[in-house]
């Protein structure tokens, strides 16, 4: 029987942990835009993550770049945005396959490293309390403005 018991009160008390992080009453807002190339070609793969110190907790949403370079960010379900607030972005390619990658996979795009690194992507966005749009411009190795 004290078995039963304690099992309750450890859920009870991981269910309240989880709102008091915030985790069920804040709402989101739906976060989209396109990554290109400095020549204005979309990047074809990859991920864009946002991430905001709120507190002592990091807030974080990302979206995988489509072949047409758009991308929708995800916080908990697929594509329900972000939280409101001020974010610092990355842009980050796509993992290299050890061996040949499958038929129809959009070629690997390198970006300059810097975009890789919220500390030194130069990206920064703030999320409304509406519907967000936001391009994102990278460039090559080598040939990032200064």
Same mark, same amino acid.
């Given at each position: ?27 989101? &807002?739906?976060?989209?835009? $396109? ?35 758009? &991308? ?14 001020? &974010? ?16 129809? $996979? ?8 810097? &975009? ?31």
């Amino acid at each position: 029987m004290k078995y039963g018991k304690l099992s309750v009160q450890v859920c009870a008390a991981t269910l309240c942990l989880g709102l008091i992080a915030g985790c069920g009453g804040e709402r989101l &807002y739906p976060v989209e835009g $396109t990554v290109t190339l400095e020549d204005g070609k979309p990047m074809p793969s990859g991920m864009v993550s946002f991430e905001m110190q709120v507190g002592d907790r990091f807030v974080m949403a990302r979206g995988e770049i489509a072949e047409d370079g758009t &991308y929708q960010l995800s916080s908990k379900n697929p594509n329900d945005g972000a939280l409101p607030g001020k &974010y610092r972005v990355l842009v980050a390619p796509p993992v290299p396959f050890s061996a040949a990658p499958p038929p129809g $996979t959009p070629p690997r795009i390198d970006i300059d490293p810097s &975009y890789q690194a919220y500390d030194t992507s130069g990206l920064t966005f703030e999320v409304k309390e509406e519907k967000n749009s936001f391009p994102i411009k990278v460039a090559r190795p080598g040939k990032k403005p200064r």
